[in-house]
């Protein structure tokens, strides 16, 4: 029997990240997942025994180092990159303050050029990988009070589409999920009224689901999806169709 392949899921403890390592483990993968935090650890690991949980904050180099350090210590190389760990600071462009730029761009952005760094080597060498960034629909379609956060996002999208050309050759692909209005801690912070807007712009007529956006990573990260690289795939229930 092969061995399974190993899947990295960035920020696993909630949201759709967790429902990411729910579709890897599902699929027979052998799924590391992080945490900021070692109650999240554990619940990633009480969620999914024999899978591996580990503390990492995306914002900060050594606690990165260390991360990969402790992957390096117990030999798990992943195969399978997901770059989920993401943040929002919203406000306005008259009131955005730098540190609310800097924060969401060094979370959604610097992070996955750092990880991705780090675990390229590995997979040019044995001439199969799978990396897949979560972006949002707010890349391409732009939001009101989300300056920081579209850029971040938008910048995912370019280095995606970079990197895939860059590593396609040697059986790499890289690929973006945009997520629309999805059910999770980050969209239970807007007020009733934001909600109600945002609503009325979906086709389908409700929020998706964490497990919708799994669905399409768990896609990309199969054999199935060999030929698909530098794209975005948009799961927004008809919010924004390009
Ligand atoms: P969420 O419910 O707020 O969960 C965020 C996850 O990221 C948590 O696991 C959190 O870990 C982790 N995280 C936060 N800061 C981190 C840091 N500094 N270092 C490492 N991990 C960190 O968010 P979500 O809705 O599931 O979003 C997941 C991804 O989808 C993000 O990239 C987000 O931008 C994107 N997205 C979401 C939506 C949406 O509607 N929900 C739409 C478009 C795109 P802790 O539990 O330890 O805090």
Known sequence: MSEKRVALVTGASRGIGAAIVGKL???DHQVI???????????I???HPGHKGLVLDVMNE??????????NNL???PSILVNNAGITRDNIMLRMKPSEWNDVVIANLNSVFLLTRHFL?????????????ITSIVAHSGNAGQANYAAA????????KSLAREVASRGITVNAVAPGFIDTDMTGKLTD?????MLSQIPAGRMGEASEIAAAVGFLASDDASYITGETLHINGGMHML
């Open 45 to 47: 690991e009480r969620d």
């Open 75 to 77: 030999d798990l190389s």
């Open 193 to 197: 009224t934001q909600k109600e807007g």
């Open 62 to 71: 050594d606690s990165i180092q260390g991360f990969c350090d402790e992957l």
């Open 121 to 133: 080597k590995p997979l040019v060498k044995q001439k199969f990988g799978r990396i897949i960034n």
């Open 25 to 27: 483990v599902a699929t």
């Open 153 to 160: 996002k938008a910048g995912v999208t370019g280095f995606t």
């Open 33 to 43: 997942g992080t945490a900021t935090s070692q109650n999240g650890v554990e619940k």
